[in-house]
């Protein structure tokens, strides 16, 4: 009875049987009577070729997978001839040299001159490209050099200027309107570069603070009081810095 089960359970195997089946059939009487030889000549049961064996044992004990990045380095000893010395360890634990340090520091600065600056009646100096209040200039003529190209307005990241224009009645055009919100600029003196006339410029003027946020929207007139005003500054500042434009 045992072998007729063991012979149906061999014709179903399927073309490519596991390697437990065919050692449990090869192993069977039914299995040698019938085939009395194994591969390549062999007698006896059917020999498994041992890399089965192999994946067989990889199979059901799987080894953990080992990435390039788990492996570590070899550990490096501390290189300890390098910092401070047994003797200057010493100093500092005993003798206190760091503090000693810190005050021939606080020494030294104790009799040097003072740097205060009694602001707002002494005032300190300011650079030549210091980027201040806005000033639109003029001609020595007395007419204004915007051409209004509207390049300052174009260019101006924080769309704090705007400009409104209209033709004279030599075909050129004047500017019938130029507002700057000051509390939407950035001084980032982009509006000056852009400038082909040197019209739009900002002073070294760094105290216009207001009392209320209306006297911060700059309007045609108040910037070209500006520019009469500091006009000698400007055009010195200008020609000192014309090389580097």
Request: glycine share 6%; proline share 8%.
């Amino acid at each position: 009875m045992t072998s007729l089960f063991l012979s149906r359970a061999a014709t179903r195997m399927l073309a490519k049987p596991s390697v437990g089946c065919v050692r449990t059939i090869s192993s069977t009487n039914v299995w040698q009577r019938a085939h009395p030889s194994g591969p390549d000549g062999q007698t006896g049961p059917l020999q498994v070729s041992p890399v089965h064996d192999t994946l067989n044992v990889a199979q059901d004990h799987p080894q953990p997978s080992r990435s390039r990045h788990s492996v570590r380095p070899p550990k490096q000893e501390p290189d300890f001839s390098e910092g401070l010395s047994s003797l200057e360890k010493a100093g500092r634990l005993f003798l206190f040299t760091e503090m000693a340090r810190g005050l021939w520091m606080t020494l030294e600065n104790f009799f040097r001159p003072p740097y205060t600056i009694q602001y707002p009646f002494e005032k300190g100096p300011v650079s030549p490209r210091f980027r201040g209040e806005h000033a639109l200039r003029r001609y020595p003529t007395g007419e204004e050099r915007c051409i209004a190209c509207k390049l300052c307005e174009a260019i101006c990241p924080a769309l704090a200027i705007t400009i409104e224009s209209e033709p004279r009645m030599d075909g050129s055009r004047r500017t019938t309107r130029y507002d700057i919100d000051m509390t939407k600029c950035i001084y980032c003196g982009m509006c000056q570069e852009a400038c082909p006339v040197d019209a739009i410029v900002e002073t070294q003027t760094l105290e216009f603070a207001t009392e209320t946020r209306e006297e911060l929207f700059y309007n045609k007139e108040k910037l070209l009081a500006n520019g009469d005003r500091a006009e000698a500054e400007i055009a010195s500042n200008i020609y000192a810095d014309h090389l580097m434009r």
